[in-house]
C-alpha cells in the first residue's frame, strides 16, 4: 500500500472553511497549492497563514479532542488528505512509513512550542502596569497570549 495512493485531493476556495474550531478533521493535509489561515476562536483574521508544504491537523488527527483553531482558504488552493483511518492503518501496517509521519509530525510541534517558549520569554519582563497606559501594548500583550493559549489544548486544572 502506497502512501501516494492513499492521499485524497481537494481543492478549495479563498474564504471556504476547511475545519471549524473544535471540529474532528477527516485526516492529516497536507498543503500543495495556495494558502490558508488559521483562526483561533474569538479572532476575525487569521493569527497565521500557511502556506504550500504545510502539513495539517496533524494534531487533531492523532488526539481526538478536536482542533483548537479553525483552517480557512485565504486564496484558492488545493490539498492532499491522508484520511484518518488510512492513517491508523499505516500505523499498525507501514511501521517505517507511520514512523517517519510521527517524526514530522514531532518536529512540528517541536517548532511551535519553541515558538511559544520565546513568546512567553517576551513578556517575561513585561510591566503590566504600564498596559492601561498603552493600548498598543495592551493589544500586543492579548494577542501573545491568545497565541500561546490558543497553541495547547489547555484543560481547566
Known amino acids: 500500500m502506497a502512501l501516494a495512493e492513499q492521499l485524497v485531493p481537494r481543492s478549495f476556495d479563498a474564504g471556504e472553511v476547511l475545519l471549524a474550531a473544535g471540529s474532528q478533521p477527516d485526516g492529516i493535509?497536507?498543503?500543495?497549492?495556495?494558502?490558508?489561515?488559521?483562526?483561533?476562536v474569538g479572532d476575525a483574521a487569521p493569527r497565521a497563514?500557511?502556506?504550500?508544504?504545510?502539513?495539517?491537523?496533524?494534531?487533531?488527527t492523532i488526539d481526538p479532542t478536536g482542533a483548537t483553531a479553525g483552517v480557512v482558504g485565504t486564496e484558492v488552493g488545493e490539498l492532499?488528505?491522508?484520511?484518518?483511518?488510512?492513517?491508523?492503518?499505516?500505523?499498525?501496517?507501514?511501521?517505517?512509513?507511520?514512523?517517519?509521519?510521527?517524526?514530522?509530525?514531532?518536529?512540528?510541534?517541536?517548532?511551535?512550542?519553541?515558538?511559544?517558549?520565546?513568546?512567553?520569554?517576551?513578556?517575561?519582563?513585561?510591566?503590566?502596569?504600564?498596559?492601561?497606559?498603552?493600548?498598543?501594548?495592551?493589544t500586543g500583550l492579548v494577542a501573545a497570549l491568545a497565541t500561546l493559549m490558543g497553541g495547547f489544548r489547555g484543560r481547566p486544572g
Not at 29 to 40: D, Q, S, T, Y
Not at 84 to 106: G, I, T
Open 80 to 138: 492532499l488528505v491522508l484520511p484518518s483511518e488510512r492513517f491508523h492503518d499505516f500505523a499498525r501496517h507501514q511501521v517505517a512509513l507511520a514512523s517517519a509521519l510521527m517524526r514530522e509530525v514531532c518536529a512540528t510541534m517541536a517548532r511551535r512550542t519553541r515558538s511559544c517558549s520565546d513568546q512567553l520569554e517576551k513578556l517575561r519582563g513585561l510591566d503590566l502596569a504600564q498596559l492601561g497606559q498603552a493600548p498598543e501594548r495592551r
Open 29 to 40: 493535509g497536507f498543503l500543495v497549492k495556495g494558502k490558508v489561515g488559521v483562526i483561533v
Open 49 to 60: 497563514v500557511c502556506e504550500s508544504g504545510a502539513m495539517l491537523w496533524e494534531v487533531s
